[in-house]
C-alpha cells in the first residue's frame, strides 16, 4: 500500500506540473497513446502487433511535428492508419480477424487520445481539471464502497465495484469538483458541475471496460507502467473514455 500511494503521488505530481506550469501536455500524452496501444494489441492476444504500433508512432510523430493539426485530421490519419493496416494484415493467419483487433484498438485508443490532445494544445488544464475529477471519482467511489458498500455494481467484471461507491464517486466528483473550480476559476460553475457529473458517470464504465478486456485474457494487470499500480491501461481506462466525453460537452458548453 505504501509503494502504491508513493507512486500514485509522484505520477499524480507529474501531471498536475505538467499539464498545469508547461506546454508538454500533448506529447505526455502521445506517450500515453503508444503504451496503451501496446497494452490493448497484447490484451487481444494480436498475431502481429508491430504493424499498429509502428504506423500509430509515425501519424503521432507528423502530430508533434504539424502542431497536431485539426478535429478533420482525425477523420484523416484514422483512414489513412486503417488502411495501412488493412494492406499489412492481409498476410496475416487470419487477416480479418486481425483487422477486427486492429481496428478496436483504432477506435478505443487512438481516436479518443488524438482527440484529448488536440485539446490539450489549447486547454491544458482543462485535461488537468479531468484528471482531478476523474482521481476524484475513484477515491471517493473506493471509500465509500469499502465503508458501505453491500450491493455490487458489476459482480462479473469487478466483483469488488458496489453501487453504493458508485452513487459515492457521483457526489464526491461534484463537492471536489465544485470546491477545484471555486479556487481556480477555470471555467463557469455550471460547466464545471456538468463536466463533474459526466467524468463521475462514466469513469467507472471506464474501468468495467478494462476490466472485460483484462478478464478475457487472463490477466490482472495490463502491464507494467506503474509500480503498485500496473499498466498504463489500469491508469487511464476511466480517462480513455470519460476525458472525450467530457471535452464535447464542455466545446458545448461554452
Do not use: C
Given at each position: 500500500?505504501?509503494?502504491?500511494?508513493?507512486?500514485?503521488?509522484?505520477?499524480?505530481?507529474?501531471?498536475i506540473?505538467?499539464?498545469?506550469?508547461?506546454?508538454f501536455?500533448p506529447?505526455?500524452?502521445?506517450?500515453?497513446?503508444?503504451l496503451l496501444?501496446?497494452?490493448?494489441?497484447?490484451?487481444?492476444?494480436?498475431e502481429?502487433k508491430v504493424?499498429?504500433?509502428?504506423?500509430?508512432?509515425?501519424?503521432?510523430?507528423?502530430?508533434?511535428?504539424?502542431?497536431?493539426?485539426?478535429?478533420?485530421?482525425?477523420?484523416?490519419?484514422?483512414?489513412?492508419?486503417?488502411t495501412?493496416?488493412?494492406?499489412?494484415?492481409?498476410?496475416?493467419k487470419?487477416?480479418a480477424?486481425?483487422?477486427?483487433?486492429?481496428f478496436?484498438?483504432l477506435?478505443?485508443?487512438?481516436?479518443?487520445?488524438?482527440?484529448?490532445?488536440?485539446?490539450?494544445?489549447?486547454?491544458?488544464?482543462?485535461i488537468?481539471?479531468?484528471f482531478?475529477?476523474?482521481?476524484?471519482?475513484?477515491?471517493?467511489?473506493?471509500?465509500?464502497?469499502?465503508g458501505?458498500?453491500?450491493?455490487?455494481?458489476?459482480?462479473k467484471?469487478s466483483?469488488?465495484k458496489?453501487?453504493?461507491?458508485?452513487?459515492?464517486?457521483?457526489?464526491?466528483?461534484?463537492?471536489?469538483g465544485?470546491?477545484?473550480?471555486?479556487?481556480?476559476?477555470?471555467?463557469?460553475?455550471?460547466i464545471?458541475?456538468?463536466?463533474?457529473?459526466?467524468?463521475?458517470?462514466?469513469?467507472?464504465?471506464g474501468?468495467?471496460?478494462?476490466?472485460?478486456l483484462?478478464?478475457e485474457a487472463?490477466i490482472?494487470?495490463?502491464?507494467?507502467?506503474?509500480?503498485?499500480?500496473?499498466?498504463?491501461?489500469?491508469?487511464?481506462?476511466?480517462f480513455?473514455?470519460?476525458?472525450?466525453?467530457a471535452?464535447?460537452?464542455?466545446?458545448?458548453l461554452i
Amino acid at each position: 500500500m505504501g509503494k502504491r500511494a508513493l507512486f500514485g503521488g509522484l505520477y499524480a505530481a507529474v501531471l498536475i506540473g505538467v499539464f498545469g506550469l508547461t506546454s508538454f501536455g500533448p506529447y505526455l500524452l502521445a506517450v500515453f497513446t503508444l503504451l496503451l496501444m501496446n497494452e490493448v494489441s497484447r490484451l487481444l492476444k494480436m498475431e502481429s502487433k508491430v504493424p499498429i504500433m509502428v504506423f500509430t508512432f509515425l501519424v503521432l510523430l507528423a502530430g508533434a511535428i504539424f502542431d497536431w493539426g485539426d478535429h478533420n485530421d482525425i477523420v484523416t490519419s484514422t483512414i489513412m492508419l486503417s488502411t495501412l493496416l488493412v494492406l499489412t494484415l492481409l498476410r496475416a493467419k487470419q487477416p480479418a480477424h486481425e483487422m477486427r483487433k486492429s481496428f478496436f484498438g483504432l477506435i478505443y485508443i487512438y481516436v479518443p487520445m488524438i482527440y484529448v490532445i488536440q485539446t490539450a494544445v489549447i486547454s491544458p488544464k482543462l485535461i488537468l481539471f479531468i484528471f482531478i475529477l476523474i482521481w476524484s471519482s475513484d477515491t471517493f467511489a473506493y471509500l465509500v464502497g469499502k465503508g458501505f458498500g453491500k450491493h455490487p455494481f458489476a459482480p462479473k467484471l469487478s466483483p469488488k465495484k458496489t453501487i453504493e461507491g458508485f452513487v459515492g464517486g457521483i457526489i464526491g466528483t461534484i463537492i471536489i469538483g465544485t470546491i477545484t473550480n471555486f479556487f481556480w476559476g477555470l471555467t463557469a460553475m455550471p460547466i464545471a458541475l456538468s463536466l463533474a457529473v459526466t467524468v463521475s458517470l462514466i469513469a467507472p464504465f471506464g474501468d468495467l471496460v478494462a476490466s472485460a478486456l483484462k478478464r478475457e485474457a487472463d490477466i490482472k494487470d495490463s502491464g507494467v507502467f506503474l509500480p503498485g499500480h500496473g499498466g498504463a491501461l489500469d491508469r487511464l481506462d476511466s480517462f480513455i473514455t470519460a476525458a472525450p466525453i467530457a471535452i464535447l460537452i464542455y466545446q458545448h458548453l461554452i
